[in-house]
């Protein structure tokens, strides 16, 4: 079974989100045969890249709510960190534009190593002190803690049309998927889960979708005796 994850690093919500997902997976009894990929998503694909403001403030001023309020919001989401056991910093963090994190994420992906970046991704950002905006080294020394090799980090890094197209593929795909916010799971192209649920909502989901699966149905013509290879050889017609 296939669980497709769309979600961008700029989202707490997708931090928390993939703790309780992996709570759930983890307990699953067909854990070994679930395959997890991740997908782009960009919360603010029309920011240029170095443009950077506090998250704070980019709050007050997307949301139109008082400063008082997106404190109290992040401190909210520092709870619900923190039950998840995830460090996370209600203070001094700041926001920009993740895509060429996403452009990484795909040459991790190729590599194996997508869900390691994406949780160095996620701890950086929301429990780290150094930026992870505006800043390619910061970026490179995030990819290889993961296991890529810098070279790649930087080349991918310098030609800002690699795995761009992946990226953009991977938010049209959101965009017909109905998903206008992340986190967005897909369970088997067959279920969605919105938002980051507590960890039963994801166990219920898990098990549903793996109960669903439609078995193969062989098409064969009755009466008839294909030839076949199989473990002990290939028939041979007898003439």
Known sequence: ?????WSDIACPWCYVGK????KAL????????????????ELDPNRAKGD??????????????????AQAGEEN???????EGLDYRTEGRDHGNTFDMHRLLHLAKAEGRQDAL???????????????????????ELAVAAGLGADAAREV??????????????????????????????LDRTYGVSGAQPAEVFTQALTQAWGERSPLRLIEEPGTD????????????QG
Do not use: W
């Not at 079974?1 to 994850?5: A, D, G, K, L, P």
């Not at 950077?52 to 309020?69: D, F, I, N, R």
């Not at 593929?169 to 799971?185: H, I, K, Q, S």
């Not at 294909?226 to 017609?237: F, H, R």
């Open 157 to 186: 890094l310098a030609d800002p049309a690699a795995y761009a197209d992946d990226v953009r593929a991977d938010e049209r795909e959101a965009a017909e998927l109905g998903a206008n916010g992340v986190p967005f799971f897909v």
């Open 19 to 22: 703790a309780r997902f992996e």
């Open 118 to 140: 994406l949780g160095a991704l996620y701890r950086a950002n929301f429990a780290e002190e150094r930026s992870v905006f505006g800043d390619d080294e910061r970026l490179v």
């Open 1 to 5: 079974m296939r669980v497709e994850i």
């Open 226 to 237: 294909a030839a076949a290879c199989g473990p002990d050889g290939c028939a041979v017609p």
């Open 52 to 69: 950077t403001q506090p998250v704070l403030a980019m709050l007050t001023e997307k949301y139109g709510m008082s400063e008082e309020q």
């Open 77 to 83: 989401l520092g709870n619900q960190a923190a039950a």
């Open 26 to 41: 983890a307990a699953f009894p067909h854990r070994d045969q679930v395959e997890v990929v991740h997908r782009s998503f």
